[in-house]
């Protein structure tokens, strides 16, 4: 982390002020808002100390809420993929297949791994955020129904940013 750490700092704000500027203003309807600003926590490396994890993952969340004015939400669910990477990357992956210096991306893993890896901690994401935002069970299923389809559109949006810009091995 500590050779690439410009470039990480580079990521974050570049991602945040995307998110700001360009998908906080796509307008397709109620129930679909692409957070593609998650794709930073999504690929920082393996080896990363879990306490610089969750203060990264939390500095990202409560950015957006400040620029977004959403009191906290981004953060509780960026610090929740934060702290459940660790355990999701586990599921996903054997330890012996963690390379020490590669991050999390589809160029050092593939698209079948990466799509798994980044659709759990998506839809995760989403349903806290949601849920939050809604704060009530009364429209829980168009809650479900709003992070579901959010889900899609930020994973595509996710795969989309990878293929941009990862060099493909």
């Not at 100390?49 to 939390?58: G, P």
């Not at 981004?74 to 991050?103: D, K, M």
Request: glycine share 4%.
């Amino acid at each position: 982390m500590k050779s690439n750490l410009v470039k990480y700092i580079l990521i974050f704000f570049a991602l945040v002020l995307v998110q700001q500027f360009v998908f906080n203003n796509i307008e397709l309807n109620t129930y679909m808002n692409p957070y593609v600003y998650v794709l930073f926590i999504l690929i920082l490396p393996f080896t990363l100390n879990r306490s610089l994890l969750l203060l990264l993952s939390f500095s990202l969340g409560i950015t957006v809420d400040l620029l977004s004015g959403t009191l906290g939400m981004h953060a509780a669910a960026c610090t929740l993929i934060g702290y459940l990477r660790p355990y999701v990357l586990s599921v996903i992956t054997s330890r012996e297949e963690f390379e020490q210096e590669l991050a999390p991306t589809i160029a050092t893993y593939g698209l079948t791994w990466f799509l798994r890896y980044s659709a759990f901690l998506i839809v995760i994401h989403h349903v806290v955020l949601f849920s939050l935002e809604s704060f009530t069970f009364s429209g829980y299923f168009t809650t479900i129904v709003r992070a579901l389809l959010s889900s899609i559109l930020t994973l595509f949006f996710v795969i989309l940013t990878e293929f941009a810009f990862s060099k493909q091995k």
